[in-house]
Every structure is written in structure tokens, then in C-alpha cells.
């Protein structure tokens, strides 16, 4: 099967990683995402990622604490889910580096854009920690700031549905599910694709996003070969 997208910036939420325990880590759920990452890498697809930390700390219900603190702390959560994921898939044999929007250099490498491309071209996995770096903004934004940066052909947006909807579908069972939609559609109807910041920043630079279901971890696979899964935001006609 032919690969679709020469180099991808794939979300992975936090809570994903946790899988049924609802927080911290369980390796049983992230070993076969990590598969299916390492089968995409092989078939030559150039990978970055951005993992969020709402496994360990979600700074929006962190009560009375200023922000910026708790945003900090929700950055250091994203770089324990990344050096998790880097472990796992440098056990099945991957080369991955782990950078780091706030610099710890003995745990991870400070990001910088241009050392990340020469590891693309090496064959390497990047995982990016730490969101953007800065407080107030979400790691959907970080993803979609790396994937401009990278030049990412698309983002993948791994979630806990299947694809984006005209209302949620956990609540409501007539809800009606997109298979593609335009920028000025998410505009338009309001739907929560990405919070708005991150889709501005999509819509802005062209930047395609596919959003899709994370229970299948095989769909990351499948994405990258272009197969139909989820919703496929792209840029207005």
C-alpha cells in the first residue's frame, strides 16, 4: 500500500494513554499504538508527535492556582507521556528523539526546529513535549504550531470518537457524523474540532486535519495511507 502522507504530526491525547484507568499510564494500551506508529515509520513516513498530559494534570480544573503555575505543571505532564511513548517505541526498535519546549537537558533535547528536520530525514521519530512552551495555550495548539513548522503534510488527530459530529454523540444518538468538512464549515456550524486557536492556525497555513478514532490504534496507519477514517478538515475551495 502506498503511503499518502510523506510526514505527519500526530495528536495523542493524554487520557488515550491512560486507557481505562483514567489517569497515569497503562502500557497495554500504548504498546499497540506504538505499533501501529512503528508501521507507518516503516513504510517511510516521516513522524512527529505531540502527546497532551490530561492523564496527569489538567490545568483548566486545577481550582484557586494561578494559571501560568498550573499550565507549567500540565507541561511537565506532557513530557512524562512523552519519554513513556519513546520508551515503548524505542523497545520495538524505533529511533526516536524526545524534544522539549522547556529546556531539561538531561532528560530530553531543547526543541529546535532545524535539528528536528535533520532527525526526519535520518528516519527518526520526534515526540515533542512541554505543549508550545508557553501558558494558555493547549497542545492542539502545539500541534498545529509544529506541524507549520515542520511542514507537516497533515495532522492527525487521534481521539476517543470516531470523527467529528454535528453535536456529541455521546449524548445525543441522532447525531450525524462528517466525512469531510472545509475550515469554513467548522466556522459555521461551530463544531469542536480543535480548540480556536489551534484550527485558526490550521485554516492560516493550509494545514489539513484528520480527525479519527483512537480505539482502533491501527487507524493511525491507516491515515497515514490515506485510507478513509474519520473526518478530513481541509482548507476552504
Given at each position: ?80 507521556n ?14 526516536v ?33 512541554c ?86 490504534p ?18 476552504n475551495?
Open positions: 500500500m502506498a503511503v499518502k502522507y510523506k510526514r505527519v504530526l500526530l495528536k495523542l491525547s493524554g487520557e488515550a494513554l491512560a486507557g481505562s484507568k483514567a489517569s497515569g499510564l497503562d502500557h497495554s494500551v500504548i504498546i499497540p499504538i506504538c505499533e501501529s506508529i512503528k508501521k507507518c515509520a516503516d513504510a517511510g513516513v516521516q513522524i512527529g508527535i505531540v502527546v497532551g498530559g490530561g492523564n496527569f494534570w489538567r490545568g483548566r480544573s486545577s481550582g484557586a492556582m494561578d494559571r501560568t503555575r498550573a499550565d507549567h505543571i500540565g507541561m511537565l505532564a506532557t513530557t512524562m512523552a519519554l513513556a511513548v519513546a520508551d515503548v517505541l524505542e523497545s520495538m526498535g524505533c529511533d528523539r524526545v524534544q522539549t519546549a522547556i529546556t531539561m537537558r538531561q532528560v530530553a533535547e531543547p526543541y529546535i526546529r532545524n535539528k528536528a528536520m535533520r532527525h526526519f530525514e535520518k528516519g527518526r521519530i520526534v515526540i515533542f513535549g505543549g508550545t512552551g508557553n501558558p494558555f495555550f493547549s497542545t492542539d495548539t502545539a500541534s498545529t504550531l509544529r506541524a507549520a513548522e515542520i511542514e507537516a503534510d497533515i495532522v492527525l488527530k487521534a481521539t476517543m470518537v470516531d470523527g467529528v459530529y454535528d453535536k456529541d454523540p455521546n449524548k445525543y444518538p441522532d447525531a450525524v457524523k462528517f466525512d469531510r468538512l472545509t475550515f469554513n464549515d467548522v466556522l459555521v456550524k461551530n463544531l469542536q474540532v480543535m480548540d480556536s486557536t489551534a484550527a485558526s492556525m490550521c485554516k492560516d497555513n493550509n494545514l489539513p486535519i484528520l480527525v479519527f478514532n483512537l480505539s482502533d491501527d487507524n493511525i496507519y491507516r491515515a497515514c495511507m490515506g485510507e478513509q477514517v474519520g473526518t478530513l478538515v481541509e482548507p475551495k
